[in-house]
């Protein structure tokens, strides 16, 4: 367990009290009970202080003055001092954050969100009585569940409506390979698409679809969350799971398929060639394009009104750069050396059949591009 010094101490030998290590975990096979004594000569029994970990594994602090001491197990011979009870909760809160910002990015789309959202969970996580809990991970993802929850209804009460499509913040790796820093955030396949349409769900929906569809949480557990019955919260999963598969599949293609399908329609658009993009193209096809505040947002649908955006496009100024978009083929495009737009394709039956681009000037500086330096020339 990363933090903790774990001891096997059945065969080490007593030393005196001043001897002892000032911080020293034991990890013992069972509860067990010790003799504390703040003076040599006044024993008294209590139960350390103890954590779980979820394979089992019960760790306990032991502290005492005394130079020897044996328990009802035989297992601790030695003592040490006390570790600080809110650092040891801070090292386990860190162990689950790769999960607990998947889950917040999952429920709010923004990635600063969501980074928002676990240190709200960390605050509340340090004020509260962790003596009781007995599934640390489950309790964690519980928390930013709710904080996350509270987030959504924020936003709708606030009637936030952005100027045309609205994209979720896309997670960008270089095209040869994802930054281990994002596995957790892209596991399950957490295309932009599947995002796009998770902001149409209501905020309960969202979270049961999540919760259960994504980190298999039990419905009676989110029903707390959501002040619903767990048939009502299962309900509200299956509305939103419904909505999901009709309009968002991901990419049914392997990756080098989905390079082939990309590069084919970059050619296209370099060259000006209107019946290669159509072919390219699914004929329902659908584009969405966030440019923010700057008017550039539009949504297209059909492979001939697509396509003449592509060819379009083509003609500015812009240098198109391979990039996986939230794990999938996709492009940053570069204009004077600076990212223009961020695209994510979505590749399905050999055809382009949803194509998601960001070109939001401040959410694109606030982004992390770095990781395309990665293997470039």
């Not at 903790?4 to 101490?9: E, I, K, M, S």
């Not at 002892?20 to 010790?34: A, I």
């Not at 991970?137 to 924020?154: E, H």
């Not at 699914?282 to 003449?308: F, H, M, Q, Y």
Request: proline share 7%; net charge negative; hydrophobic share 40%.
């Amino acid at each position: 367990m990363s933090g903790l010094v774990a001891a096997d101490t059945a065969a080490t030998p007593a030393r005196a009290a001043g001897d002892l290590p000032k911080k020293l975990w034991y990890q013992v096979p069972q509860p067990v009970w010790h003799i504390a004594s703040d003076t040599p000569g006044s024993p008294r029994r209590k139960r350390p202080p103890s954590h779980s970990t979820p394979d089992g594994v019960l760790y306990v602090r032991v502290t005492f003055a005394v130079s020897a001491v044996s328990t009802p197990c035989d297992t601790i011979r030695e003592g040490v001092l006390e570790m600080d009870e809110q650092q040891l909760l801070a090292e386990r809160f860190e162990q689950h954050r790769p999960r607990l910002r998947a889950v917040a990015y999952r429920m709010l789309g923004s990635l600063s969100e969501a980074d928002d959202a676990v240190q709200e969970s960390w605050l509340r996580v340090s004020r509260a009585d962790t003596d009781a809990v007995e599934n640390m991970a489950g309790w964690l993802t519980t928390i930013v569940a709710r904080v996350s929850l509270n987030m959504l209804r924020s936003r709708s009460t606030r009637h936030e409506e952005p100027f045309g499509p609205h994209l979720p913040d896309p997670i960008i790796d270089a095209s040869d390979g994802t930054d281990p820093e994002h596995e957790a955030l892209l596991a399950d396949s957490v295309g932009l698409a599947l995002l796009v349409v998770l902001d149409t769900l209501t905020p309960p929906e969202r979270l049961a679809f999540v919760l259960h569809d994504m980190f298999a949480m039990p419905f009676d557990e989110i029903a707390t969350i959501v002040d619903r019955s767990p048939a009502a919260t299962r309900q509200l999963a299956s509305r939103a799971r419904r909505r999901v598969q009709g309009t968002a599949p991901g990419p049914d293609a392997e990756l080098a398929e989905q390079w082939e399908v990309v590069d084919a329609f970059l050619a296209a658009a370099r060259e000006g060639d209107f019946d290669g993009l159509v072919a390219v193209l699914d004929p329902d096809v659908v584009l969405r394009a966030d440019g923010g505040a700057t008017g550039l947002s539009t949504e297209a649908r059909g492979a001939e009104r697509v396509a003449g955006l592509a060819r379009q496009w083509s003609q500015t100024d812009l240098t198109p750069q391979r990039a996986l978009i939230n794990g999938a083929a996709g492009i940053v495009s570069l204009r004077g050396g600076r990212p223009f737009s961020v695209g994510a394709i979505t590749v399905r039956g050999g055809r382009i059949a949803e194509i998601d681009i960001l070109a939001d000037p401040e959410r694109l500086a606030r982004l992390d591009l770095t990781v395309l330096s990665r293997g470039q020339p």
